[in-house]
T-cell receptor
């Protein structure tokens, strides 16, 4: 059974810092890995999808890397802004969109 | 991509009653799923909604408690039956196509009193 761990569980930083959010998973037999953002009481917004044949994906200030063999993914957020405050969730996918979620990293960016 | 409409967005229900949550997608999708997010927790997969056949439930979830329908490729419902306060959660619908990005609805926030 896939188990997903996200570190740190919570993070509070001043605006402008570059951030690193970590995700580890126990079963490396995955096809994709997705990073999501969740605002309080809301649904999930997809940030980045990394396919297993890729090692990283970039979207704006976000960059996600994937090392399948070691069961790790990292989300980098450059020049953080207060609007980045949210919970970030990592979800490896064995195929077919049946996602297993980590506990998330709760991010607070202070102005 | 897919635009997902989930209804209701929130509800407060009496224990012992049932609530049906609807998930409507703006395009035909292969995969539809239902997740639960208990307070302060991450998401847990309840079941895969299969078009034209019975849903496939994950360990710990049963059809009598969470009956699911999927009459076509754009619509599904999840019913939370005989509710208790422990069922208070956010319920989310997810859709996608094999080996591509998954998309989520905005969720239904359920409070059972």
């Amino acid at each position: 059974k896939q188990e997903v761990t996200q570190i740190p569980a919570a993070l509070s930083v001043p605006e402008g810092e570059n951030l690193v959010l970590n995700c580890s998973f126990t079963d490396s037999a995955i096809y994709n890995l997705q990073w999501f953002r969740q605002d309080p009481g809301k649904g999930l917004t997809s940030l980045l999808l990394i396919q297993s044949s890729q090692r990283e994906q970039t979207s704006g200030r976000l960059n996600a890397s994937l090392d399948k063999s070691s069961g790790r993914s990292t989300l980098y957020i450059a020049a953080s802004q207060p609007g980045d405050s949210a919970t970030y969730l990592c979800a490896p996918d064995p195929s077919g969109n049946m996602l297993t979620f980590g506990g998330g990293t709760r991010l607070m960016v202070k102005p | 991509s897919a635009v997902i409409s989930q209804k209701p967005s929130r509800d407060i229900c009496q224990r012992g009653t049932s609530l049906t949550i609807q998930c409507q997608v703006d395009s035909q999708v292969t995969m539809m799923f239902w997740y639960r997010q208990q307070p302060g927790q991450s998401l847990t997969l309840i079941a895969t909604a299969n078009q034209g056949s019975e849903a496939t439930y994950e360990s710990g979830f049963v059809i009598d408690k969470f009956p699911i329908s999927r009459p076509n490729l754009t619509f599904s419902t999840l019913t939370v039956s005989n509710m208790s306060p422990e069922d208070s959660s956010i319920y989310l619908c997810s859709v996608g196509w094999p080996n591509t990005e998954a998309f989520f609805g905005q969720g239904t926030r359920l409070t059972v009193v």
